[in-house]
């Protein structure tokens, strides 16, 4: 994922008109099963934001996720990692942006500080993002450094560093990656906190951080199974959420 020509080449894909939302593979069913009410997590649908409540009001926790999907991936394709947030007992959002593309819309994790359960029950949040979401997290976390910040497979624009804040940062990506490489993250460490985590799943690879279908090949084909690297970046995610509490 080289931040300087997917922004390049996004302008001007937006300048030709050739851009429409779709996606970079179908939902698993993983996903769609990750969406639906039950005893544990409400699921709420809404037009800006997918929303997992946990179900019982003791449970929740005042902590709340919003997460950024990665570019051109459906946002229902990330329903299983905020659930297992909302299961134990985190608020998560998903958010909804134009196009897919999460640049677009930096602010929209307003919408989900905005979201009545929100304002009721989170007295901080942690903001997340995969890829190109990760980007439009960072963007965010600028002018809201006192939130905290997940990234999966992404890391800061050349020009934004949050270097010098107190945000606490875990950055989190696997060793098969094709679009987010080892280079990409070692070559941006210098525009995140000192403080920062860092997590290598080794054996893990891009769309492995989300529940879409995979069609990378050869070197950037996972080695660890999809559950394995899903556990390891939820559990992950929870601790940070766990250091606001």
């Not at 300087?4 to 894909?13: C, D, Y």
């Not at 037009?47 to 009001?57: S, V």
């Not at 500080?113 to 929100?118: F, P, Q, T, W």
Request: hydrophobic share 40%; proline share 4%; glycine share 8%.
């Amino acid at each position: 994922m080289k931040i300087k020509n997917l922004v390049s080449g996004m302008v001007m894909l937006l300048a030709s008109g050739s851009l429409w939302a779709g996606g970079q593979g179908a939902v698993l069913d993983e996903a769609w099963t990750a969406m639906e009410t039950d005893s544990l997590v409400q699921v709420d649908d809404k037009w800006d934001y997918i929303r997992f409540l946990p179900a019982e009001a003791g449970a929740r926790k005042s902590v709340c996720f919003a997460f950024y999907p990665g570019g051109f991936v459906s946002p229902y394709a990330y329903a299983p990692y905020t659930r297992a947030l909302a299961e134990a007992g985190y608020i998560s959002f998903i958010l909804k942006v134009p196009i897919g593309f999460a640049l677009l819309e930096i602010d929209a994790a307003d919408d989900a500080k905005d979201d009545d359960y929100a304002q009721e029950s989170c007295t901080a949040f942690v903001e997340g993002g995969h890829s190109v979401g990760g980007v439009a997290a960072v963007e965010y976390i600028v002018d809201h450094p006192e939130d905290g910040l997940v990234l999966l497979a992404s890391y800061p624009q050349d020009s934004t560093s949050i270097a010098d804040t107190s945000t606490v940062v875990s950055s989190i990506y696997g060793t098969r990656d094709c679009q987010t490489t080892l280079d990409d993250i070692d070559e941006s460490m210098d525009n995140l906190p000192a403080s920062t985590t860092y997590l290598e799943i080794t054996g893990a690879n891009h769309p492995q951080f989300g529940w879409y279908t995979d069609s990378t090949e050869g070197d950037c084909t996972a080695t660890i199974s999809h559950e394995d690297q899903a556990a390891l970046f939820i559990n992950e995610t929870l601790r940070v959420l766990g250091l606001f509490e």
